[in-house]
């Protein structure tokens, strides 16, 4: 497996998402101590709300105890290994760029649940009482972002259907 620009930029893109995300919950467990203050209104339509999610996406299976946490701990890094290997096998850098997201993402996610026991999480959009999505963190929007583009592509670039290579030529008669 040959690593081109486009892989080199997309380990790139996955580091600079762990470190983003990274960063803004170290502002969020100190500076801003969130933890102590709960919620912080920033806009009337978001606010920054201190949430521990010790399951994954939408608080599914939640670790109740340190052995969970670390068998989620292991799924996880495997999916992300995954993860890792499909990005280094792509071609195309809209394929890498949205697998490099999720792997960005999901690393962050991971230092969190191994670190702490549960994922960080803080940003709470919401429309009055109506909550379009839950108490997330820039790596669940960067793993969101890049799960939706890889189904796009999917969608909207099939590959064309090849002509059919084993039909016959027409017999030519010499008179």
């Given amino acids: 497996m040959k690593l ?3 892989h080199f930029l997309g380990l790139a893109c996955a580091a600079a998402v762990f470190a983003i995300d990274q960063l803004v919950k170290r502002l969020i467990i100190g500076p801003l101590a969130l933890r102590d203050v709960m919620v912080i209104e920033i806009i009337p339509i978001f606010r920054l709300t201190w949430a521990e999610n010790s ?3 939408l608080g599914l299976l939640t670790a109740s105890s340190d052995t969970a946490r670390w068998i989620l701990v292991a799924v996880t890094a495997a999916i992300a290994i995954i993860v890792l290997v499909w990005m280094l096998r792509e071609r195309k850098w809209g394929d890498i760029l949205a697998l490099a997201l999720v792997l960005g ?3 962050g996610n991971i230092l969190d649940r191994v670190r702490f026991g549960y994922v ?3 940003a ?3 429309f009055g ?3 379009p999505f839950l108490i997330f963190n820039v790596a669940d929007g960067a793993i969101t972002i890049g799960v939706l583009l890889i189904l796009a592509r999917s969608f909207l670039s099939r590959e064309k259907p090849q002509a059919k290579a084993d039909a016959a030529p027409e017999s030519q ?3």
């Fill in 105 to 107: 993402g999901a690393l």
């Fill in 4 to 6: 081109t620009r486009p």
């Fill in 55 to 57: 399951g994954v996406s």
């Fill in 124 to 126: 709470d959009l919401h």
């Fill in 120 to 122: 960080v999480d803080y």
């Fill in 173 to 175: 008669t010499h008179a």
């Fill in 129 to 131: 009482t109506f909550r």
